[in-house]
């Protein structure tokens, strides 16, 4: 069973990935802008913002963690194909869209170079990168883009209630 979960899991997450692919990158945009928001960052539902696309400074979304904005998540989205992973050079493009404020997410449907997650880590600003596998996992958590339709729960007798 445990085996048939996994699998339908691994399955979900494709389609989720297929499903992001073939909508236009705007909607990406404004997803990663809702999951965020219902993963608990902003300060209520209105507080995250997709910028426009033109002259958005590198920057795809804005997240105000608090009503006076004092604290500001920066997001960039990257809707791309498995095998085009986000480049270090991305990551220095987004950190130096950041500015002053020092927090970002770089949200990617693909993966990152090892030199791009180097770049991150050692960059002075606190910069999160998730990846597709990363993204999917927090979608289904957060039931964005999918929806529990049932759930079977597994016993186990508690010997210790017997004895």
Do not use: C, W
């Amino acid at each position: 069973m445990l085996a048939a979960y996994r699998e339908h899991i691994n399955n979900i997450k494709l389609q989720l990935l297929d499903m992001i692919l073939v909508n236009d990158p705007n909607f990406f945009e404004n997803m990663v802008v809702d999951l965020l928001l219902k993963m608990g960052y902003g300060y209520d539902k209105t507080s995250g913002i997709v910028t426009q696309k033109t002259r958005d400074g590198g920057i795809d979304g804005i997240i105000n963690a608090d009503a006076l904005g004092l604290d500001t998540i920066y997001i960039q989205a990257k809707r791309y194909k498995a095998n085009n992973k986000v480049s270090s050079n991305e990551i220095r493009q987004f950190i130096g869209a950041i500015g002053k404020n020092n927090k970002g997410v770089f949200i990617t449907t693909s993966s990152f170079t090892q030199i791009a997650v180097q770049e991150a880590d050692k960059a002075y600003k606190s910069i999160r990168l998730i990846d597709g596998n990363k993204l999917t996992d927090l979608m289904l958590a957060y039931g964005v883009g999918a929806t529990v339709t049932e759930q079977i729960a597994i016993y186990n007798i508690d010997e210790d209630y017997f004895n």
